[in-house]
C-alpha cells in the first residue's frame, strides 16, 4: 500500500492511490464515506492481525504448548522425559536425577560414579549441545562408564530428558548456565 501526497492536502497515510485520488478531488459525501469505510475496514483487519500475532507470541513452537516459566522446554518434554529417565538413565543417575552418594571419588580404575543430574554437580557446566553429544557418545571413549545412546534414544527423547533433569536445577543455577552460553 503505498501513501499518497498531494501539495494541497498534504501526505495521507497508508492509502491506496485509487482511494487517495478520490478523497483528493471529490468534494462529495460519497467519496469521504469511501475512504471512510476503507479506513474503518483496514482497522478492524489490523485488530484480527494483533489478535494473531499475540496469540502466536504466546505459543511454543509446534504443538502451541507455552513453556516452562523462564525455560527453554514445555512441560510435555519434560513428562516424556520423566519416562526416559526412569527407562534409561535412574539406574545410574539415580532417582530424582540426584546421582550416587560418592560420585566424587573415583573407583579404583580411576573413572567416576555417575554423578548427580540435578545441578549439585558439574552437568551445568555444559551447554545443551554439550550434553547432548555426553547422551550420544557416553563416557567410554574417555575412559568412563556410561554408555552411548546415540542409536537407542530419538532426538526428542534426548532433549526432553535435559529438560527433565533441568527441572530439578533451581533457577538460580539455570541462569547461570544461561550466562554461560547454555542454549549454545
Ligand atoms: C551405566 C551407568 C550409566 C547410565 C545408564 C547413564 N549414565 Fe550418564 N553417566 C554415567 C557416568 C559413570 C558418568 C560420568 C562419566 C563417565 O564415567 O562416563 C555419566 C555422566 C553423565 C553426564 C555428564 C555429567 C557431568 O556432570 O558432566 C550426563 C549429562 C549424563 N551422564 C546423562 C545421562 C543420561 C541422560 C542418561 C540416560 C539417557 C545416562 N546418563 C545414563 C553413568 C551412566
Redesign the pocket.
Known amino acids: 500500500m503505498k501513501t499518497g501526497c498531494n501539495k494541497t492536502t498534504g501526505c495521507n497515510y497508508a492509502l491506496p492511490p485509487s482511494i487517495f485520488k478520490q478523497y483528493a478531488t471529490g468534494n462529495n459525501l460519497k467519496s469521504v464515506r469511501n475512504v471512510i469505510t476503507f479506513e474503518e475496514q483496514a482497522m478492524k483487519n489490523g485488530i484480527w492481525i494483533l489478535c494473531l500475532c499475540v496469540w502466536i507470541a504466546g505459543c511454543d513452537q509446534g504443538n502451541g504448548e507455552p513453556k516452562v516459566n523462564g525455560r527453554w522446554y514445555a512441560q510435555s518434554q519434560v513428562n516424556l522425559g520423566k519416562k526416559?529417565?526412569a527407562e534409561?538413565?535412574?539406574?545410574?543417575?539415580g532417582g530424582n536425577a540426584r546421582g550416587t552418594f560418592s560420585?566424587r571419588n573415583a573407583n579404583p580404575d580411576g573413572?567416576?560414579?555417575?554423578?548427580?543430574?540435578n545441578g549439585t554437580?558439574?552437568?551445568w557446566?555444559?551447554p545443551l549441545g554439550v550434553?547432548k553429544k555426553?547422551?550420544n557418545e557416553?563416557?567410554?571413549p574417555?575412559?568412563?562408564?556410561?554408555?552411548a545412546?546415540n542409536d537407542?534414544?530419538k532426538d526428542d527423547e534426548?532433549l526432553a530428558?535435559?529438560s527433565y533433569?533441568q527441572s530439578f536445577w533451581p533457577d538460580e543455577i539455570y541462569n547461570a548456565w544461561i550466562s554461560r552460553g547454555g542454549l549454545n
Do not use: Q, R
Open positions: 526416559v529417565y534409561n538413565c535412574i539406574g545410574c543417575h560420585w573413572s567416576y560414579p555417575p554423578p548427580p543430574l554437580a558439574h552437568a557446566h555444559h550434553l555426553v547422551i557416553g563416557g567410554i574417555m575412559g568412563g562408564k556410561m554408555p545412546f537407542k534414544l534426548k530428558v535435559i533433569f
